[in-house]
Each structure stands twice: as structure tokens, then as C-alpha cells.
């Protein structure tokens, strides 16, 4: 299964020099595989002094959260993300959802002023 990519994700692959549909590549010219991916970031990662929890899980995580709280639901992350099952989707609106719904709950917690009256 393939999804579109986001337009700057697309521009930056068709500027490089591979030819492949992948912007990252092997010392060899070919795409990671999803476990080299993930150790070759970790030690980008580690290279360029950044957190020990700076990993490609990582920033696939804070990508569905942005997705999330900008208003994405389970179904387009779902397909975003390539999950199978709306479970892990729901991790990430559960929580975008409850925090959306308690800022515009937030007014409530201010009493009313009686109407009316002397």
C-alpha cells in the first residue's frame, strides 16, 4: 500500500538524486529497511547531541499528535500512519480530543451572574 505524500515531502524527494521514491537511503543508494531506518536515525540522532528519546518512533508519535490536534480523526491517521486497526489511532485522538474539549469547557468553571434582579 502506498499514500500520497505531503507536498514538501514530495518536493524534497524529487530534488534528490536517487531516483527512488525515498529521500533516505543507504551508504549503498537503497531505501532503508524499517529496522536499519530506525538504528541509522537513533544515530543520527545521538551524532547530532540530541535526547536519548529523539528515535524515528519518536517523530512518527509526535507527527499523529500534530495530525490529532490539528482535528485529523482515527480513519485519516489511520491511513497516514498505515495502521490496520483504529486502536492506535485512538491513542492519539483520545487525547487530542480531551484536551480540545476541556479548553472550550474552560468558561464553565466561571459562575453565572443571576439574571435579572435588583
Not at 541509522?40 to 536519548?52: N, S, T, V
Not at 508519535?61 to 480513519?75: L, P, R, Y
Request: proline letters at 6%; a positive charge.
Amino acid at each position: 500500500m502506498s499514500a500520497p505524500n505531503h507536498g514538501r515531502l514530495q518536493a524534497s524527494i524529487d530534488a534528490t538524486p536517487s531516483g527512488l521514491d525515498t529521500y533516505l537511503v543507504t551508504s549503498f543508494g537503497e531505501p532503508f529497511g524499517s529496522n536499519g531506518f530506525g538504528n541509522r536515525m537513533k544515530k543520527w540522532c545521538r551524532e547530532a547531541g540530541l535526547p536519548e528519546e529523539c528515535t524515528a518512533h519518536g517523530l512518527r508519535k509526535a507527527g499523529a499528535t500534530i495530525a490529532a490536534e490539528n482535528g485529523a480523526t482515527e480513519h485519516p491517521l489511520m491511513a497516514m500512519f498505515g495502521w490496520a486497526s483504529a486502536r492506535q489511532a485512538a491513542v492519539y485522538t483520545r487525547k487530542a480530543n480531551r484536551a480540545r474539549l476541556a479548553a472550550d469547557a474552560m468558561h464553565l468553571l466561571i459562575p453565572r451572574r443571576p439574571q435579572g434582579g435588583s
